[in-house]
C-alpha cells in the first residue's frame, strides 16, 4: 500500500542518527538510576542474567516488530495501526500506547528534576557536605519531600524537552543525541574508573556478578522483565514512532541488534560504575529509589574533586534522562501533528504540559501525598509499577501478536527492505509469532493468577 500522504513527513539525516537517537531513548534513567535499584533490591546477578535473557528473547524480536510498523506505515503509533489495518480496532494498542507514554513521560521528568537538582547542587559546591550517611539521606528526604522545589525542577526539565523536541526531528533528536550520547560514554568510563579503584569495591563487583540462585522467584522474573521493557523503550510505540522516519535502506535486524546491546551494555556498565562505590561506603544495595542519589553524593563527598566528580555523574544522569524523555515526548507530538494536524511548536508545548500536570502527583508523592496510597502503593510507585510491569509488557505482546500474525504479507517485504535476510526473517517471524507472546504472557499470567 502505497502512503504517500505522509511524503513530506521528516527522516533521519544518516544512519548514525537514528541508531544514536533510538539508543539515546533506550539509554536513560532506566539504565543509571533504575536497573541498579531494582537489580540490588533483587539480589544481583540472578536478576542480570534473567534481564539478559529477557532482552535477546523478548525485547530484540519486540523493537523489530515496531521499527517495522513504524518504517511500514510512515506514522504515529495510532495512526500506524490505522493505516496499516484500515477498520480494524488494531489502533486502541497505539492509543494506549501513548497514554503509557504519557504515565512515563510524567514521573520521569520528576526524577529528572531531582537529578538536575544534584547537578546543581554540585556545580555550586554542595556536594562536599554529604560526606555520611546520615547527612546524604537527610538531604535527599529533605529535598524530595519538598513538593515546591521538586515541582520547579520537574519544570525546568520539562522545558529542556520542549526545547529539543520543537527544534524536529532532524534538527532537534538527532542533533542533540549525537553530542549527547557519546559525552555520556565517556562520562561513565571516567567514572568506572574512579568507583572500582575504590578500597572495598571488589565486593560491589563480587555482587553484581556471583549468581546466587536462591533470591529467583516470579516476582524477579517479572521484574525483570519490565525492567527489559522499560529500559529498551518498547511496548508503547517510542521505537514505531522513530522507525517512521526510518528510510528503507536501513536494516532493521542490524539496527535492533545494535541499539539492544548499547543498552544493555551501558546498563551493566552503570553497575559497575555504582555497586563497588555502594559496597566501598558500606550502603546497602537493596536501598531502593534513592540509592544513586544518596550514595554516590556521599562517595563523591570523600574524595578528592568532589565536586568534579559530582558534576559529571549528575551530567551523566541528565544526558541520559533528556534524550529518553525526548522520545517520549515525540511520541505524543508525531500523534498531534500526524492525526490533529497541529504545528510541531504547538503540540510539543501542549503535550509536554499535559505531561508535567500528570507528573505532579509523583512529584508529591514522598512530602504532602506521601499517605496517599493506592494497593500500597505511593503514586509515584504505583505509576512505575503499573507502566513498567504491565502496560509495557501488555503492549509488547499486541505490537508482536500484530506484527507476526495480523498484518498479513506487508511485513515480509517491510522487514526484507533494508536487509534482505530471509533465513533472519523466518527467526524473527517465530518469534513474534510465538516465542516473545507466549514468554510474557506466562511471565504476566503466573504473577497475576
Ligand atoms: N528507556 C528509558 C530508560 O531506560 O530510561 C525510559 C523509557 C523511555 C521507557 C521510553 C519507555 C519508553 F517508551
Given at each position: 500500500?502505497?502512503?504517500?500522504?505522509?511524503?513530506?513527513?521528516?527522516?533521519?539525516?544518516?544512519?548514525?542518527?537514528f541508531?544514536?537517537a533510538?539508543?539515546?531513548?533506550?539509554?536513560?534513567?532506566?539504565?543509571?538510576?533504575?536497573?541498579?535499584?531494582?537489580?540490588?533490591?533483587?539480589?544481583?546477578?540472578?536478576?542480570?542474567l534473567?534481564?539478559?535473557?529477557?532482552?535477546?528473547?523478548?525485547?530484540?524480536?519486540?523493537?523489530?516488530?515496531?521499527?517495522?510498523?513504524?518504517?511500514?506505515s510512515?506514522?504515529?503509533?495510532?495512526?500506524?495501526?490505522?493505516?496499516?489495518?484500515?477498520?480494524?480496532?488494531?489502533?486502541?494498542?497505539?492509543?494506549i500506547?501513548?497514554?503509557?507514554?504519557?504515565?512515563?513521560?510524567?514521573?520521569?521528568?520528576?526524577?529528572?528534576?531531582?537529578?538536575?537538582?544534584?547537578l546543581?547542587?554540585?556545580?555550586?559546591?554542595?556536594?562536599?557536605?554529604?560526606?555520611?550517611?546520615?547527612i546524604?539521606?537527610?538531604?535527599f528526604?529533605?529535598?524530595?519531600?519538598?513538593?515546591?522545589?521538586?515541582?520547579?525542577?520537574?519544570?525546568?526539565?520539562?522545558?529542556?524537552?520542549?526545547?529539543?523536541?520543537?527544534?524536529?526531528?532532524?534538527?532537534?533528536?538527532?542533533?542533540?543525541?549525537?553530542?549527547?550520547?557519546?559525552?555520556?560514554?565517556?562520562?561513565?568510563?571516567?567514572?568506572i574508573?574512579r568507583?572500582?579503584?575504590l578500597?572495598?569495591?571488589?565486593?560491589?563487583?563480587?555482587?553484581?556478578?556471583?549468581?546466587?540462585?536462591?533470591?529467583?522467584?516470579?516476582?524477579?522474573?517479572?521484574?525483570?522483565?519490565?525492567?527489559?521493557?522499560?529500559?529498551?523503550?518498547?511496548?508503547?510505540g517510542?521505537?514505531?514512532?522513530?522507525?517512521?522516519?526510518?528510510?528503507?535502506?536501513?536494516?532493521?535486524?542490524?539496527?535492533?541488534?545494535?541499539?539492544a546491546?548499547?543498552?544493555?551494555?551501558?546498563?551493566?556498565?552503570?553497575?559497575?560504575?555504582?555497586?563497588?562505590?555502594?559496597?566501598?561506603?558500606g550502603m546497602?544495595?537493596?536501598?531502593?529509589?534513592?540509592?544513586?542519589?544518596?550514595?554516590?553524593?556521599?562517595?563523591?563527598a570523600q574524595?578528592?574533586?568532589?565536586?568534579?566528580?559530582s558534576?559529571?555523574?549528575?551530567?551523566?544522569?541528565?544526558?541520559?534522562a533528556?534524550?529518553?524523555?525526548?522520545?517520549?515526548?515525540?511520541?505524543?507530538?508525531?500523534?498531534a501533528?500526524?492525526?490533529?494536524?497541529?504545528?510541531?511548536?504547538?503540540?510539543?508545548i501542549i503535550?509536554?504540559?499535559?505531561?508535567?500536570?500528570?507528573?505532579?502527583?509523583?512529584?508529591?508523592?514522598?512530602?504532602?501525598?506521601?499517605?496517599?496510597?493506592?494497593?500500597?502503593?505511593?503514586?509515584?510507585d504505583?505509576?512505575?509499577?503499573?507502566?513498567?510491569?504491565?502496560?509495557?509488557?501488555?503492549?509488547?505482546?499486541?505490537?508482536?501478536?500484530f506484527?507476526?500474525?495480523?498484518?498479513?504479507?506487508?511485513?515480509?517485504?517491510?522487514?526484507?527492505?533494508?536487509?534482505?535476510?530471509?533465513?533472519?526473517?523466518?527467526?524473527?517471524?517465530?518469534?513474534?509469532?510465538?516465542?516473545?507472546?507466549?514468554?510474557?504472557?506466562?511471565?504476566?499470567?503466573?504473577?497475576?493468577?
Amino acid at each position: 500500500m502505497q502512503l504517500d500522504q505522509n511524503a513530506t513527513r521528516e527522516n533521519w539525516g544518516s544512519k548514525l542518527g537514528f541508531i544514536l537517537a533510538a539508543a539515546g531513548s533506550a539509554i536513560g534513567l532506566g539504565n543509571i538510576w533504575r536497573f541498579p535499584y531494582v537489580l540490588g533490591e533483587n539480589g544481583g546477578f540472578a536478576f542480570l542474567l534473567i534481564y539478559i535473557i529477557c532482552v535477546i528473547v523478548v525485547g530484540l524480536p519486540i523493537m523489530g516488530a515496531e521499527m517495522v510498523i513504524g518504517r511500514g506505515s510512515r506514522r504515529n503509533p495510532f495512526g500506524a495501526f490505522k493505516a496499516l489495518l484500515p477498520g480494524s480496532m488494531w489502533w486502541v494498542v497505539g492509543a494506549i500506547g501513548i497514554l503509557t507514554g504519557f504515565l512515563i513521560l510524567s514521573y520521569y521528568n520528576v526524577v529528572a528534576g531531582w537529578t538536575l537538582y544534584y547537578l546543581f547542587q554540585s556545580v555550586t559546591g554542595g556536594i562536599s557536605e554529604l560526606t555520611n550517611g546520615e547527612i546524604a539521606s537527610s538531604t535527599f528526604n529533605g529535598f524530595v519531600t519538598n513538593g515546591g522545589l521538586v515541582v520547579l525542577f520537574q519544570f525546568i526539565f520539562t522545558f529542556l524537552g520542549i526545547f529539543v523536541v520543537s527544534q524536529g526531528v532532524k534538527g532537534g533528536i538527532e542533533r542533540y543525541s549525537k553530542i549527547l550520547m557519546p559525552t555520556l560514554f565517556i562520562l561513565l568510563v571516567l567514572l568506572i574508573g574512579r568507583s572500582v579503584t575504590l578500597p572495598g569495591s571488589m565486593d560491589g563487583l563480587k555482587f553484581l556478578f556471583t549468581p546466587d540462585f536462591s533470591k529467583l522467584n516470579g516476582d524477579v522474573i517479572l521484574e525483570a522483565m519490565g525492567q527489559a521493557f522499560y529500559s529498551l523503550s518498547l511496548g508503547m510505540g517510542v521505537m514505531i514512532t522513530y522507525g517512521s522516519y526510518l528510510d528503507r535502506k536501513t536494516n532493521i535486524f542490524s539496527s535492533t541488534a545494535t541499539v539492544a546491546s548499547l543498552d544493555a551494555g551501558i546498563a551493566v556498565l552503570a553497575g559497575i560504575a555504582i555497586f563497588p562505590a555502594v559496597f566501598a561506603m558500606g550502603m546497602d544495595p537493596a536501598d531502593g529509589a534513592g540509592l544513586t542519589y544518596q550514595v554516590l553524593p556521599m562517595v563523591f563527598a570523600q574524595l578528592p574533586m568532589a565536586n568534579v566528580l559530582s558534576t559529571l555523574f549528575f551530567l551523566l544522569l541528565t544526558i541520559a534522562a533528556i534524550t529518553s524523555a525526548i522520545s517520549l515526548l515525540e511520541v505524543m507530538v508525531s500523534f498531534a501533528t500526524d492525526e490533529l494536524k497541529w504545528t510541531r511548536s504547538r503540540a510539543t508545548i501542549i503535550m509536554a504540559a499535559v505531561a508535567f500536570v500528570l507528573g505532579v502527583p509523583s512529584a508529591l508523592s514522598f512530602g504532602a501525598w506521601a499517605d496517599v496510597t493506592v494497593f500500597g502503593l505511593g503514586f509515584f510507585d504505583l505509576v512505575d509499577y503499573l507502566t513498567a510491569n504491565i502496560m509495557l509488557p501488555l503492549g509488547g505482546i499486541l505490537i508482536a501478536i500484530f506484527a507476526g500474525w495480523a498484518w498479513g504479507n506487508g511485513v515480509k517485504k517491510e522487514m526484507l527492505e533494508g536487509s534482505g535476510q530471509e533465513k533472519l526473517y523466518k527467526v524473527w517471524l517465530w518469534a513474534v509469532r510465538i516465542l516473545a507472546p507466549i514468554a510474557v504472557g506466562l511471565i504476566l499470567v503466573f504473577n497475576f493468577v
